[in-house]
């Protein structure tokens, strides 16, 4: 699959999950919902690998790999899960426009990572101030929503240092395989959180809520994380979170439209400065590449 093609599928998922979360875990079963989600997903990835004639890889480098990725799988989606009980979807999307931040700051601290240049820096610069005129509203929050804003925090940290961890490991593993594994090693995690939960053994779903754990299943674990490893193989981990610096736009669109989310002024303003900060970083890229070619034919004096 070509790379432009899988990042757009990223994009267009990934804006359509935290709504597809909202109403999946609207009957107060939020674990046995992503448990649900994860089974489906990895049965149906199983399906497809038999169909393929593959098997998975059990190797040690691939057990590493598969490891690595189950904070971003378990961890980021378990809490995400939980927020959603309280914050509305275009929120939660819009607080994972943090990852390239957390990204960026994580590959900073490695040894032998690619440095940020300067655009790189003032496209995160202008994503976090985006990032903080949506926080406004914030400081006005209750009790019970200031926990659930924790969560997400904590969600997008997992699922940035996992995506790093599992660049790092260079296993070798194509997407599916990568996928398969993570979702294997994530399902008895989400077990264990579900009895550990008190939730009902009979998970309760609403003919809405049903749909959405399929898609999630479909869309948002299977093909959503075989085009995110797809483009996590090729692309760097700070450009690869740059994805949620896009989809909080479709995130709040799609909120405002079929689930009555009324955002903030000073929301859309962020918003807004997220789409600048996101330009100002792929289109410096572009223009220091051209400035580069412009230097190579320029003719050499004697």
Sequence with gaps: MPTAAAYLIVVLVWATTPLAIKWSAEAGAPVGSVMLRMLFAFLAGLAVLLLLRRRLRGDLPALKSYAAAVPGVFGAMALSYHAS???????MSVIFGMAPLVSGLILQLLPGALKLRRWHWFGCTLGVAGLAVVFID?????????????????AVTL?????????RVAAGLGPLEQTLGALGLSLPCFLLLWLASGEPLAVPLSARGLWSVLYLALFGSLLGFLCYYLILSRLPAATVALVTLI?????????????????????????ALIVVALGAYLFGDRLARLKVERELQRPRGR
């Design 138 to 154: 914030s400081l006005e929050l209750g009790n019970d929503q200031l926990p659930a804003l924790l969560m997400m925090l904590l």
């Design 159 to 167: 699922f940035s240092a996992s995506g790093i961890a599992v660049q």
């Design 247 to 271: 989809t909080p736009i479709l995130a709040l669109g799609l909120g405002m439209t079929l689930n009555q989310e009324q955002p903030s002024p000073s929301m859309l303003l962020g918003a």
């Design 85 to 91: 009980m309280t914050l509305p979807s275009g929120m």
